[in-house]
C-alpha cells in the first residue's frame, strides 16, 4: 500500500512536538512532600508478609498487597474526605470494603464525630429489618491511631427516635439537649469520635434503605477550603492509616492460626468494648479445611431473637465475596429443620443442602455469626466431617438444591446486592 506525504499533517507533528519539549523544559519536577508522601507506603506490604500463617503462599501474599489498596482507599476517605466539622456518612464497609468481618446484611456508613459538637441526623427510614445508629470512641476507627475505643450507645431508628407517618425523622445528638429543641434527642458522650450507621435487612429482595443526612449546628454552614498545610498533615497520615489498618487485621490472622481462637470450633464473645453492637453478641471461630472436608455447624435459635446471621470471612478478615457466593446466611434465608435448630455446612464444594455456606475455595478464614437481643447466647456446636458424609449428619428430610437451584439462587443474590444503596 501506497501513502501519499502529507505536509500540512507533518507541519503540525511538529510544532505539536516542538511544543510539548518545551512545556517539558519549562515544567519543575515534583516537590520533595510528594516523595515523602509515597515512600512511607513502599513498606507497608512486604512489612506482614512473615506474619501470614504461609508467607510462601503467593496468592496470600498477593491478597495481603490488594487489603493494603484497599486499606489505602479508606484512608482517602476518612483523612482527606471527612471532617467533624462538616460531616457526611460514607460508605466504610461493603463489597469493595469488607474488612474487619463485615455483615453482608448491612449497609454501613460513618460519619467523624467531635464529642462538643452538636449534631442534627434527618432523613427516612426505607424499610430495612433494623436501622442502628453506633456513637463509637477512640482513634483507631477515625484516624488509624491508638486503638478501638469502646462502644459509647447504640441507637435504634424504631425505639429511640419517632418516625413520622411519611417516614421522615430528625434527632439532635449532642452532650446536653439545646435550649428550646422540643424534639428527638440523644446524648452524645464527649468521647465521641465517630458514628457508624448499620441498615440491617434480612431480605435483601424486598427490603429498601433509607436516606439519611448528618449535619453540624454549632459550626458554619460554609466549608472553607483546606489551606496547603491542613492537606499535607492529613496527606502524611494515610501512610499511618494504611500501615495500622493492615496490621491489626494481619494480626486478627495470627491470633486466629496461632493463638487462642478456636480452629473448627466457634467461641461466643462480646465485642462492645471494641466497636461492636452493645446488644450483641458475636459467634466467632475458624476454619481449615481441606477440600474434601467440611463443618456441620448445629445450633438451637434462641425464642425471642430478634436477630441472628452466619458468614465466612478469608485470612484477614474480609468477608468472602456475598455478591456471587453463599457465603453467608440469616434469620430469613437460612432453613431451619423439623425441631427448629439450624444445621448449616461449611465447605468448598457444594454439598447439595439449602444451608450451604461456601469457603470460595480458601483453605483458611473465619466463621463468624451474631446473636441480637436474643434469650440467650447459645454456643453453636460445631463438628469437622467428610463431604462425602454430610448428609449422614442432617436430618433424613434434608431438600437437595441442584446446581440448577443453586445457579439460580446466586442469580437472585446479585441482583438483591447491587439494589440496596451501597455508594
Not at 517539558?24 to 500463617?53: C, F, H, I, N
Not at 456446636?381 to 438444591?401: E, F, G, M, N
Request: some cysteine.
Amino acid at each position: 500500500m501506497k501513502y501519499k506525504f502529507n505536509a500540512a499533517l507533518a507541519s503540525a507533528l511538529l510544532a505539536l512536538s516542538l511544543t510539548t519539549s518545551a512545556l517539558a523544559e519549562d515544567t519543575p519536577s515534583a516537590l520533595p512532600e510528594w516523595s515523602s508522601y509515597m515512600q512511607d507506603l513502599v513498606p507497608v506490604g512486604e512489612r506482614y508478609v512473615g506474619k501470614l500463617k504461609d508467607p510462601a503462599d503467593p496468592v496470600l501474599r498477593q491478597e495481603l498487597y490488594m487489603f493494603s489498596y484497599q486499606m489505602l482507599a479508606q484512608g482517602y476517605f476518612n483523612l482527606l474526605y471527612q471532617d467533624a466539622k462538616h460531616p457526611d456518612f460514607w460508605p466504610m464497609f461493603n463489597q469493595a470494603f469488607p474488612v474487619g468481618f463485615a455483615n453482608p446484611d448491612d449497609s454501613y456508613y460513618q460519619a467523624l464525630l467531635d464529642g462538643d459538637g452538636v449534631y442534627k441526623i434527618s432523613g427516612y427510614r426505607g424499610t430495612t429489618y433494623m436501622v442502628d445508629f453506633q456513637v463509637g470512641s477512640g482513634d483507631f476507627t477515625p484516624r488509624g491511631e491508638g486503638r478501638m475505643g469502646p462502644t459509647q450507645a447504640n441507637y435504634d431508628l424504631d425505639r429511640d427516635v419517632r418516625v413520622r407517618k411519611d417516614g421522615s425523622f430528625e434527632v439532635i445528638l449532642s452532650q446536653e439537649r439545646p435550649k428550646g429543641w422540643k424534639g428527638d434527642w440523644w446524648k452524645l458522650s464527649k468521647d465521641a469520635t465517630f458514628m457508624w450507621v448499620r441498615q440491617i435487612a434480612y431480605d435483601w429482595v424486598k427490603e429498601v434503605d433509607g436516606r439519611f443526612a448528618i449535619e453540624r449546628l454549632d459550626t458554619p454552614a460554609v466549608k472553607p477550603r483546606d489551606t496547603a498545610e491542613e492537606i499535607a498533615v492529613k496527606m502524611k497520615r494515610i501512610p499511618v492509616w494504611t500501615d495500622a489498618w493492615t496490621k491489626t487485621m494481619v494480626g486478627w490472622n495470627q491470633r486466629v492460626f496461632k493463638d487462642k481462637t478456636p480452629v473448627n470450633d466457634v467461641a461466643v464473645v462480646d465485642f462492645s468494648d471494641s466497636g461492636g453492637i452493645s446488644t450483641q453478641r458475636y459467634i466467632m471461630g475458624a476454619f481449615d479445611l481441606q477440600a474434601d472436608e467440611a463443618l456441620i455447624i448445629e445450633t438451637e435459635i434462641p425464642k425471642p431473637c430478634r436477630y441472628w446471621m452466619f458468614q465466612l470471612t478469608d485470612e484477614l478478615t474480609n468477608t468472602i465475596d456475598w455478591t456471587n457466593r453463599q457465603s453467608t446466611l440469616n434469620g430469613h434465608s437460612a432453613k431451619l429443620d423439623k425441631d427448629g435448630k439450624f444445621r448449616g455446612v461449611v465447605s468448598a464444594k457444594d454439598p447439595g443442602v439449602p444451608n450451604w455456606l461456601d469457603v470460595a475455595d480458601y483453605q483458611r478464614g473465619l466463621v463468624v455469626g451474631r446473636w441480637k437481643e436474643c434469650a440467650s447466647y447459645p454456643k453453636p456446636s460445631v463438628q469437622k466431617v467428610k463431604v462425602a458424609d454430610v448428609r449422614k449428619y442432617l436430618p433424613a428430610d434434608t431438600p437437595v438444591v441442584t446446581p440448577e437451584a443453586r445457579d439460580a439462587r446466586i442469580r437472585v443474590l446479585r441482583k438483591a446486592v447491587q439494589l440496596r444503596r451501597r455508594w
